[in-house]
């Protein structure tokens, strides 16, 4: 398994501005996935993001608004950009571990509430 | 492309009864993976299990069980004596194989389960 943090939990934030959040794993892994998770809904990914290479993003996600950094196999961070109250969900990131089937292990998530 | 759908939003029962989750999924692929996860109050996604398309067995693990059945795409799973704790929302996902599908999850939409005490 994997032990994921992510910075902050949660943040409340005013329409127009920015958030980086940061995903932090206890080891390296090639496969780090962000997702959001709207109110009530269901988990969307937003992006995969492998180290050393652009990540890549899902149908209806722009690297303009949700720009992603890799530097190393152990750290990632999202930024949400230009918010809007539309973008207040829980963020979550995840790792893939293994091989022959990868197991998914999630991170707390992120807590965004836009104003 | 791949799909997960859970026909349950919401089931509601009383302490020590069972209860069981549907899931069916879509895909084209021959190779997949299945997973459930549990999502409690808090907020964290807690990885309970992962098949994959060509193990059919059933599988326990504890009050937890998964029916995994190819014919008819389905991936249900059952909480036996269900107890309070188990109060939470529970997301069936599917993942295709093959570099190309990248591991990524498509989630279901979602049961939310609450016992009773």
């Known amino acids: 398994s994997a032990v994921i943090s992510q910075k902050p939990s949660r943040d409340i934030c005013q329409r127009g501005t920015s958030l980086t959040i940061q995903c932090q794993v206890d080891?390296?892994?090639?496969?780090m996935f962000w997702y959001r998770q709207q109110p009530g809904q269901s988990l969307t990914l937003i992006a995969t993001?492998?180290?050393?290479?652009?990540?890549?993003?899902e149908s209806g996600f722009v690297i303009d608004k949700f720009p992603i950094s890799r530097p190393n196999l152990t750290f990632s961070t999202l930024t949400v950009s230009n918010m809007s109250p539309e973008d207040s969900s829980i963020y979550l990131c995840?790792?893939?571990?293994?091989?022959?089937?990868?197991?998914?292990?999630f991170g707390p998530g992120t807590r965004l509430t836009v104003t | 492309a791949q799909k997960v759908t859970q026909a349950q939003t919401e089931i509601s029962v009383v302490e020590k009864e069972d209860v069981t989750l549907d899931c069916v999924y879509e895909?084209?692929?021959?190779?997949?993976?299945l997973f459930w996860y549990k999502q409690p109050p808090s907020g964290e996604l807690v990885f309970l299990i992962r098949?994959?398309?060509?193990?059919?067995q059933n599988e326990i693990s504890g009050r937890y069980s998964w029916n995994f059945q190819k014919s008819t795409s389905s991936f249900n799973f059952t909480i036996t004596a269900s107890q309070v704790v188990d109060s939470a929302v529970y997301f069936c996902?599917?993942?295709?194989?093959?570099?190309?599908?990248?591991?990524?999850?498509?989630f279901g939409g979602g049961t939310r389960v609450l016992v009773k005490p």
């Open positions: 895909t084209r692929d021959t190779t997949y993976y």
């Open positions: 080891s390296q892994v090639t496969m």
């Open positions: 996902a599917l993942s295709e194989a093959g570099e190309a599908a990248g591991n990524k999850l498509t």
């Open positions: 098949r994959n398309s060509f193990d059919e």
């Open positions: 995840s790792v893939s571990i293994g091989g022959g089937g990868y197991e998914q292990y």
């Open positions: 993001a492998n180290q050393g290479s652009e990540a890549t993003y």
